[in-house]
């Protein structure tokens, strides 16, 4: 099975920061891998696909990047509707979820 | 508009059983595979169970295998999740969810997603 790891476990930041969120894989990938927000109470949705391609309607300031092992997830500028938990996917075996990572604003 | 529209959950004791249901809309259900995902209470996301676009394939995480049956009814754009032996630690809100890709390979990454049925299994 492949583990994801997420670090860190939980951050808090100030508004128009710039936010990055690690994810890390047991083995090699490529760049089968995604990123997801949920919102408190919501169902989570889908921001970043194959490790960088932005998913249709999300803002730009979203950005995801790595290959192989260790990806980035990057928020440019954080706004206020980006409290969230995130978390990366992998999908090159079997699928598993990182464990999360949440973001509240200072 | 894509809907996805789970049911079935409910309050069971363990060792029963359960049968979820995503009901959907808005797209074509037959060319996109379909899976659970769970979320125990103030947790995170665990994937459960996944299947192809003609349900030949089915494709189960270690903690349920065995004990869970994924299958899809194409005529009635529905998906169902069939839950055994039900464990403590199966409690959790059930999402079903749908692929982004119309491709034979399963399973990628997931566009569009239900609200989730509760399941909790309390003796």
């Known amino acids: 099975d492949i583990q994801m790891t997420q670090s860190p476990s939980s951050l808090s930041a100030s508004v128009g920061d710039r936010v990055t969120i690690t994810c890390q894989a047991s083995?090699?990938?490529?760049?089968?891998l995604d990123w997801y927000q949920q919102k408190p109470g919501e169902a989570p949705k889908l921001l970043i696909y194959d490790a960088s391609n932005l998913e249709t309607g999300v803002p730009s300031r979203f950005r995801g990047s790595g290959f192989g092992t260790h990806f980035t997830f990057t928020i440019s500028s954080l706004q206020p509707e980006d409290v969230a938990t995130y978390y990366c996917?992998?999908?090159?075996?079997?699928?598993?979820f990182g464990p999360g990572t949440r973001l509240e604003i200072k | 508009e894509v809907q996805l529209l789970e049911s079935g959950g409910g309050s069971v004791q363990p060792g029963r059983s359960l049968r979820l249901s995503c009901a959907t809309s808005g797209f074509t259900f037959r060319n996109y595979a379909m899976s659970w995902v769970r979320q125990a209470p103030g947790g995170g996301l665990e994937w459960v169970s996944s299947i192809s676009r003609s349900g030949v394939s089915t494709y189960y995480a270690d903690s349920v295998k065995g004990r869970f049956s994924i299958s899809r009814d194409n005529s009635k754009n529905t998906l169902h999740l069939q839950l055994n032996s039900l464990r403590a630690e199966d409690t959790a809100l059930y999402y079903c969810a749908k692929d982004k890709r119309a491709t034979d390979n399963c399973c990628l990454d997931f566009d569009s997603w239900g609200q989730g049925t509760l399941v909790t299994v309390s003796s």
């Open positions: 996917q992998q999908y090159d075996k079997l699928l598993s």
């Open positions: 083995q090699d990938i490529s760049s089968h």
